[in-house]
T-cell receptor
Framework: TQLLEQSPQFLSIQEGENLTVYCNSS?????LQWYRQEPGEGPVLLVT?????EVKKLKRLTFQFGDARKDSSLHITAAQTGDTGLYLC?????????????FGQGTILTVHP | DTGVSQDPRHKITKRGQNVTFRCDPI?????LYWYRQTLGQGPEFLTY????????KSRLLSDRFSAERPKGSFSTLEIQRTEQGDSAMYLC?????????????FGPGTRLTVT
């Protein structure tokens, strides 16, 4: 069974601070996706990383896939109150996994004004 | 493209009743997934369809759960004899088989409360 461990589970920071969320596994993934979820809504896809060592930027968000494709990180620079939400990483194993995603338990980010 | 839609958004039912949820995927997507999410957790995979064929079911999907995708378009998830432990957010997602990285797009979910 593939597992994704996300840390930290909770993050409470002031506007303007930087933060990093980690997503770790002992398994290799073909791709890894990051989602953001608001209360009462479904997850919204932010980015997909597929190549070991890949770095992708989305405005103030920087996503990195580990060289061995077992871990990933999300870094937010100068957080804003609008960044508040649940951040989820999800791995796709490929092969016979039929496309199902394995999710981490999520990081609840609260950015205070 | 209107995205993935789910109906209803909220459902409150009494224990023992049957409920059915509907999912309409993105129109050109032939892969459809159901996930369940409880408070404070990430979504957990329930089942997967490619076109109308149900290709995988999680062990989480007990005999009381059944899913269909009769014409390879919309899908329904039925829960019979609901239990309080079924209370959760039920999420539907779709993706294109042509996308090698399996990027899945989620609907807004159906929040089920079993009293």
């Amino acid at each position: 069974t593939q597992l994704l461990e996300q840390s930290p589970q909770f993050l409470s920071i002031q506007e303007g601070e930087n933060l990093t969320v980690y997503c770790n596994s002992s398994s290799v993934f073909s791709s890894l996706q990051w989602y953001r979820q608001e209360p009462g809504e479904g997850p919204v896809l932010l980015v997909t990383v597929v190549t070991g060592g890949e770095v992708k930027k989305l405005k103030r968000l920087t996503f990195q896939f580990g060289d061995a494709r077992k871990d990933s990180s999300l870094h937010i620079t100068a957080a804003q109150t609008g960044d508040t939400g649940l951040y989820l990483c999800a791995g796709y194993a490929g092969g016979t996994s039929y496309g199902k995603l394995t999710f981490g338990q999520g990081t609840i980010l609260t950015v205070h004004p | 493209d209107t995205g993935v839609s789910q109906d209803p958004r909220h459902k409150i039912t009494k224990r023992g009743q049957n409920v059915t949820f509907r999912c309409d995927p993105i129109s050109e997507h032939n892969r459809l997934y159901w996930y369940r999410q409880t408070l404070g957790q990430g979504p957990e995979f329930l089942t997967y369809f490619q076109n109308e064929a149900q290709l995988e079911k999680s062990r989480l999907l007990s005999d009381r759960f059944s899913a269909e995708r009769p014409k390879g378009s919309f899908s329904t998830l039925e829960i019979q004899r609901t239990e309080q432990g079924d209370s959760a957010m039920y999420l539907c997602a779709s993706s294109s088989a042509g996308g090698g990285y399996n990027e899945q797009y989620f609907g807004p979910g159906t929040r089920l409360t079993v009293t």
